[in-house]
């Protein structure tokens, strides 16, 4: 019976270690107790049993009755800082955070909880002895439909002669472009460009760093579904990558293309804040894929250019 008892425990024991996450986090403020408005600082930690590729938080623009104002992290040591706000009052419940992680040589993605927490806010205090205040400023007259008429006229005709313009403009261009050939560049070129004139443009050593990952992957979008006749531009990440997943030549930079999409998902909507280093391996990538993709007989030759170096 004994024995009986010690295996029943053993493997009681070990089907808690099991289930146990790869990823552990710990979040905390440094008070319970805050007045209505103010800015409360949430620190998160994560501890991991297996090697990890990425992990962000999973946010919108607010957590339960909280606002995101701002997220501060740093992905070397797995820690973050999400600073909340509310006008609630009382004791406020602040729920759980998801956060979505990768481990190596695992393309599914995980989730991780942070612990609820419940914080105290109270209101202002009031004196009644200050001074009286008018609940709503004077009302300015009404303004009558006859007072606007003449402006009305005056926009409307102006209007009609841009129009007219416009019109005769459109008109004379499309009769001008009538002899013109229309030229097909194809989508692999036409990529190429595009992601040659987005260098050039230094978003995100300018700070843009949500634009500049936008604008990567709709070029990869639009290359997918003039080259592959897939929706690319409506899909998700997921349904990109089962879209491409029966295609060789996709096969061949697989590493590349998930991590170039997913980055920029992060980025996009988890508020995830990549490095100078991830933001010039994401174009780099871009091009590999690009150029991994296009037609044999017009395969690409050229070398990748090197990123534009933040200034």
């Avoid at 004791?91 to 190596?104: A, D, K, M, T």
């Avoid at 019109?167 to 194809?186: A, L, T």
């Avoid at 991994?292 to 534009?308: G, R």
């Amino acid at each position: 019976m004994k024995h009986l008892s010690l295996t029943i425990f053993f493997i009681f024991s070990t089907s808690i270690l099991c289930a146990q996450p790869s990823v552990q986090l710990k979040a905390h403020t440094d008070s319970t107790s805050y007045i209505i408005g103010d800015c409360v600082e949430l620190k998160i930690e994560a501890s991991t049993k297996a090697p990890i590729d990425s992990i962000a938080p999973i946010l919108t623009d607010s957590v339960g009755s909280f606002e995101v104002l701002h997220i501060d992290q740093n992905l070397k040591k797995m820690r973050w800082k999400i600073y909340l706000s509310t006008t609630d009052s009382g004791r406020v419940f602040l729920p759980p955070i998801p956060f979505r992680y990768y481990i190596h040589s695992d393309t599914s993605a995980h989730i991780a909880n942070t612990d609820p927490l419940f914080l105290n806010f109270r209101g202002l205090s009031i004196n009644p002895q200050g001074e009286i205040k008018d609940l709503k400023p004077p009302h300015n007259a009404p303004i009558k439909f006859a007072d606007l008429l003449p402006y009305l006229i005056v926009i409307l005709l102006i209007g009609l002669a841009i129009g007219g313009w416009y019109y005769y403009k459109k008109k004379k261009k499309r009769k001008e472009q009538q002899n013109i050939p229309v030229i097909i560049i194809p989508p692999h070129k036409e990529a190429l460009a595009a992601l040659r004139k987005l260098e050039e443009k230094r978003l995100w050593q300018q700070g843009l760093v949500k634009e500049y990952y936008s604008e990567v992957t709709d070029i990869l979008r639009t290359f997918f579904a003039k080259r592959w006749e897939i929706p690319a531009l409506e899909f998700t990440t997921d349904e990109i990558l089962t879209s491409l997943k029966h295609i060789p030549d996709a096969l061949r930079v697989w590493d590349s293309l998930e991590w170039c999409l997913r980055t920029a998902d992060l980025v996009k909507f988890a508020k995830f804040v990549p490095n100078p280093e991830d933001n010039e391996r994401e174009i780099k990538c871009a091009y590999e894929i690009v150029q991994a993709m296009s037609p044999k007989e017009q395969q690409v030759t050229q070398q990748v250019p090197e990123a534009v170096h933040a200034g």
